[in-house]
């Protein structure tokens, strides 16, 4: 349940202690979205939330970065607040969909965090033409988002969470929609990326390797009512080609794959059907 | 650019199509006077209520009154564009009016709750009743050295037509952007002017420039109607109410002041047109007008 190496903090980045969220309260249809939740991350860790539709792992995602409220229980981003870091734009957030405005073009649309921080012309320019660098699309700042392919759009979507500078990445299942070969592509992107800019990134999935390959801790969620059940940490060292088919890998794999079995009632009434059969 | 003479031609095309059928409406009308001739037709197919085609084109070079130096044309032309005039500032003062109410809606539900039943009952007033009763209260209205004028009532309803479609087309609008957008906003620490003039008015073009249509084609409307119902001189609508009286003696006369409508309501999509490109040049091709 504990993560056990407490070891060589470079601080905590999120500490979240008891958190609870009722959706509906009062009503017939009353949904526990999360039900004492406790997690600590690390500066510059890669966490992967992963569960079962329905186990409040997006609920929690939100409520990290403020777009939902918490009904109980106390939330440290960078210590302060889930507010007041949403005030302070020390979080980035990309979706499932990349959610770039059509009216503007790939560049502005990186900008259009910095110019609601209230940078300057010049300095916009500069750091959207950094991060276009970063996320391999120099020749397509001009283009509209609509030319792009789903990946690419997705990589504009990654640039623009990262405008600011935040000390932190929230990501709700970000490549969720693109195929098999992009996607994977986008992971080792990902891993580049956060190696040259050590941010701390909370990363929601239900792809089982995905959650593996990317992470350094994976938090097993559960619905009804949306909790952790498990935490995984994750000893593949530095990924490289090979990592996706070796053993430990899939060991890995196959770690998370039953901790999320363990919780999942309908996966065990199936099993003992199975059984009488 | 290959793609402005792809579209120039077909331009030119949608053209060459439209002339064809105000070419297929002449025959037509001119088929149906022959008809009417032949056998029993139930309306009237004379020259006094069906002017041939060629009466009508002559009519234009008609002196307008007796003995005057202007012709039909040059009084049609002078009163389409006065009408033009005033339906542009009715449409202009409908948009301003429009866009602000459906702000003002977006932002506060309470607005919108008690603002838009408001807004739907006023189109159930008829324009006719509406008239005089603008007229009336506007006579009565003096800033100063400034006199209320009955032009200005013209405007105003041509407005009070224009504002509707806006409103209600700009409220949808400013509502569309789907809640992914709205909370990456919310995330950057937007205001909600921010999220006004960065997203949501953005986001509102494909739904204000089909509104832009239909408010442009009221003002007109209003325009004219009023025109009619107030007495105004100058415009369109009434030439066409003096042309009407005459034509037992030019039955052919009436019909310029038709086309000058007409060519009133080609200009003023044309503006539109012109509009909709300049809004519409940095989206998608494909929406929903």
Not at chain 2, 253 to 260: D, I, N, Q, R, S
Request: with cysteine.
């Amino acid at each position: 349940m504990t993560s056990p190496n407490i070891v060589e903090t470079a601080g905590t980045a999120l500490a979240i202690s008891g958190v609870s969220k009722v959706f509906n309260k009062g009503n017939t249809n009353e949904v526990t979205a999360l039900s004492d939740v406790n997690l600590d991350v690390d500066t510059g860790e890669f966490i992967s939330l992963i569960g079962p539709s329905g186990c409040g792992k997006s609920t929690l995602l939100r409520v990290l970065g403020d777009l939902t409220e918490f009904d109980s229980g106390g939330i440290q981003v960078s210590g302060r607040s889930p507010a007041q870091a949403r005030k302070e734009r020390l979080y980035g957030i990309a979706f499932q969909q990349a959610a770039l405005f059509d009216w503007r073009s790939v560049s502005k649309n990186i900008e259009l965090p910095l110019e609601l921080a209230g940078w300057d012309k010049s300095r916009r320019e500069a750091r959207s033409a950094e991060l276009l660098d970063m996320v391999q699309l120099s020749e397509f700042g001009n283009h509209r988002p609509w030319e792009l392919s789903g990946g690419m759009q997705q990589r504009v979507a990654i640039a623009r969470s990262l405008a600011v500078d935040p000390p932190l990445l929230l990501m709700d299942e970000p490549f969720g929609a693109l195929d098999e070969m992009t996607r994977e592509r986008m992971q080792n992107e990902l891993l580049r990326i956060r190696l040259d800019t050590g941010k701390t990134i909370i990363f929601v999935t239900h792809s089982i390797p995905e959650a593996v390959y990317l992470s350094d801790r994976v938090v097993v969620m559960s619905p009804r009512p949306g909790r952790i059940t498990a935490e995984i940490n994750v000893d593949l060292g530095e990924r490289t080609e090979l990592t996706r088919e070796s053993d430990h890998f899939f060991h890995n794999v196959t770690a998370v794959r039953e901790a999320l079995r363990l919780h999942d009632s309908s996966a065990v009434s199936s099993t003992s059907h199975r059984g009488e059969i | 650019m290959s793609n402005t003479r792809e579209r120039i031609s077909r331009g030119g095309i949608s053209l060459l199509w439209a002339l064809a059928g105000i070419v297929l409406i002449a025959i037509m009308w001119e088929l149906t006077k022959i008809l009417g001739t032949l056998i029993e037709l139930p309306f009237n197919t004379s020259d006094q209520a069906m002017p041939n085609i060629w009466s009508m084109f002559s009519a234009f070079t008609l002196p307008e009154v007796r003995g005057s130096d202007t012709s039909v044309f040059q009084a049609v032309l002078a009163a389409a564009s006065y009408s033009l005039l005033l339906a542009m500032g009715g449409f202009f003062i409908g948009v301003v009016v429009g866009l602000i109410l459906a702000i003002v809606m977006q932002r506060f539900l309470f607005f919108e709750r008690g603002l838009l039943p408001f807004v739907i009952a006023s189109q159930t007033v008829p324009l006719i009743a509406l008239a005089p009763l603008i007229v009336g209260i506007g006579n009565q209205i003096s800033f100063g050295p400034i006199q209320w004028s009955t032009t200005y009532s013209v405007m105003f309803i041509a407005a009070y037509l224009a504002f509707f479609p806006l409103s209600i087309g700009a409220l949808r609008g400013l509502q569309a952007p789907d809640p992914t957008s709205l909370e990456l906003m919310r995330s950057y620490a937007a205001t909600n002017n921010s999220i006004l003039w960065k997203l949501r008015f953005p986001a509102s073009i494909p739904y204000l420039v089909p509104a832009l249509k239909v408010s442009a084609a009221a003002a007109v409307v209003g325009t004219v109607v009023a025109e009619i119902s107030t007495g105004v001189r100058g415009g369109i609508g009434r030439l066409m109410i003096e042309y009407a009286r005459e034509t037992t003696s030019q039955p052919a006369k009436v019909y310029v002041a038709v086309f000058g409508a007409i060519a009133l309501g080609l200009v003023v999509a044309a503006i539109i047109a012109a509009i909709d490109v300049l809004l519409t040049k940095n989206l998608p091709k494909k929406g929903l007008a």
